[in-house]
């Protein structure tokens, strides 16, 4: 599919977004350059304002591949999202929860707590969480999530 | 944001980096978080809230306190 005419940034965010819903990853720049038939150049300007003004939208440092966008990961974390054949990455426990509700899907979070290396398997049934094990921890103040987000 | 056995992983995670434990709480209220947070993230109309905003949807799951202030101004 591309796109003509007039391209706004807010496109672009949403086609970045629904891109990760429908396969699971990010689009690389060139999909985005040949779905709206911009230049590497235009693509590129394009991703470091999302960058900047979009919230949660990340690129690997030194590169312009999408990292991440919130709750998405582009690649691969301790938080494997699963709904039927689908699967995402989620940035944290709670990014993983949010790709279930804002797909509006039932599905699994696989991952481990990290002191014991328990594997611990959440799951959604029915809008509803229906496996709920273990504790959640916050080590970082609301007021310092975006100084280092990666550690966030 | 890491899921852990039970509280004292946690605690033996922090005191081995030598970082003080956080703010600890059940999946249930991280639930409620997750899916008011980023209900609005597929809206064609999307746009960066405000920060006011982002304290109300805080508080709406009851994470209110110094920890969950998103600056060091607000109350």
Known sequence: ?152 | MLLFRSEDDIMEWCRQRHIAPGAVFDLERLWRLAARWYDDRLDHAWRRRSVPERQAILDEVGLTGPFWRLTRSSS
């Open chain 1, 1 to 152: 599919m591309t796109h003509s005419g007039v391209i706004h940034d807010g496109d672009v965010r949403l086609w970045i977004y629904r891109h990760f819903v429908d396969t699971g990853r990010a689009p690389s720049p060139v999909e985005i350059a040949t779905c709206f038939q911009l230049t590497p150049g235009s693509v590129e300007a394009l991703l470091r304002r999302l960058q900047d003004e979009a919230d949660g939208l990340l690129l690997l440092p030194g590169s312009h591949y999408i990292w991440m966008a919130e709750p998405f990961s582009a690649v691969p974390t301790s938080f494997l999202v699963r709904s039927g054949p689908r699967q995402w990455w989620g940035n944290c426990i709670w990014d993983a929860l949010a790709i279930l509700a804002l797909v509006g899907v039932d599905g699994s979070i696989s991952t481990a707590c990290p002191n014991s290396g328990q594997p611990l398997q959440v799951s959604v049934t029915n809008g509803n969480l229906a496996a709920a094990p273990g504790i959640v921890h916050f080590a970082v103040p609301a007021r310092e999530w975006w100084r280092d987000i990666g550690f966030t």
